[in-house]
């Protein structure tokens, strides 16, 4: 895997450019983000499990909105209530829709996805452990990371990147 000084580079020979003269690296690394998270974001929506993680998170008593992760991209995959290694089961919208303003307590049989959050159903009466599979969405590139993408691709950021800064270049001189 290449990281990201390594595409910087590669970026900079393709704009013939070795140094920092036109385009700064600022400039370059927000191009280069732009396209890792867009391309990321395609392979998330077809190869989800590329992209897989699981997080252990507790329940607060009489709270049913439980935070997943900051990472959480847009699916949840499964949620293992681990003090029984017993999957709680996707609830229904409809459902979702006809228990929303009561006060049913229990241990949590049924989850929604609620933005970044889980909805639990019932509402938890005490601590309960799960365990929380979802798709993530990698950070923005930094420093010297490693692209989180299949190996052999890491020439579409670049390319892509560069055909920002160029496309960015032509409307800066019209």
């Not at 990371?145 to 960015?168: H, N, Q, T, W």
Request: hydrophobic share 40%; net charge negative.
């Amino acid at each position: 895997m290449r990281t990201l000084t390594e595409i910087v580079a590669f970026a900079r020979s393709m704009l013939d450019e070795e140094t920092e003269v036109f385009w700064g690296d600022t400039e370059l690394l927000r191009f280069i983000n732009f396209e890792y998270q867009a391309l990321t974001s395609e392979l998330r929506s077809s190869y989800s499990h590329m992209y897989e993680k699981s997080v252990d998170i507790s329940t607060i008593s009489g709270e049913r909105l439980v935070s997943i992760a900051s990472d959480f991209a847009f699916q949840v995959i499964g949620v293992i209530d681990k003090d029984n290694d017993v999957a709680l089961e996707p609830m229904d919208r409809r459902v979702f829709m006809a228990t929303k303003g009561r006060t049913y307590t229990g241990r949590p049989v049924k989850f929604d996805v609620q933005g970044r959050n889980l909805w639990l159903y019932p509402c938890p009466d005490m601590v309960y452990n799960l365990e929380v599979h979802y798709v993530y969405a990698p950070p923005d590139l930094s420093g010297s990371d490693e692209v989180d993408f299949p190996i052999g691709y890491e020439d579409v950021i670049a390319l892509g990147a560069v055909r920002r800064a160029m496309m960015k270049d032509r409307q800066d001189t019209t």
